[in-house]
């Protein structure tokens, strides 16, 4: 598994300012907006829970709100829920799913989820 977006989802957030109180407070104010139903902060609130900043690590509790961001339509949250499903994390692990949620952030031309989504089908003997 490539883990080149999540390491730079990683990087990302521990150079965009220190992992302290201010972090906390990115938190914090992430799940306000994330509340008020956008996407953007949905799917960054998933993340913070999947890496485990500003909050406990929780697997689960990020696929819930990378869920709500993607089922908004959200590009970046419908990878990464394709993700949390081929791996298994925070959910049983299910290559039809992960392949749903690549295929529809590649239609919204996340190319990520093109890639994940073509590798998938190649593992899975191609289109026929």
């Known amino acids: 598994m490539n883990r080149k ?16 109180g201010e972090t906390l407070s ?11 139903g956008n996407p953007e902060a949905q799917n960054k609130v998933g ?5 485990g900043i500003g909050t406990d690590q929780n697997d689960a509790e990020a696929v819930i709100w990378y869920r709500k961001a993607a089922d908004l339509g959200h590009a970046e949250a419908q990878f ?22 690549y295929k529809k952030a ?3 031309g996340w190319k990520c989820g093109c890639r994940n989504y073509l590798k998938l089908m190649e593992d899975k003997g191609g289109c026929n």
């Open 47 to 51: 993340t913070y829970y999947k890496i």
């Open 26 to 36: 990115r938190f914090q104010a992430a799940m306000i907006e994330a509340g008020k």
């Open 80 to 101: 990464n829920l394709g993700e949390m499903y081929e791996e298994g994390k925070g959910v049983a692990a299910n290559i039809d799913m992960a392949l749903t949620w």
């Open 5 to 20: 977006p999540l390491f730079c989802i990683v990087v990302l957030l521990l150079f965009s300012g220190p992992v302290n």
């Open 106 to 108: 590649c239609e919204k």
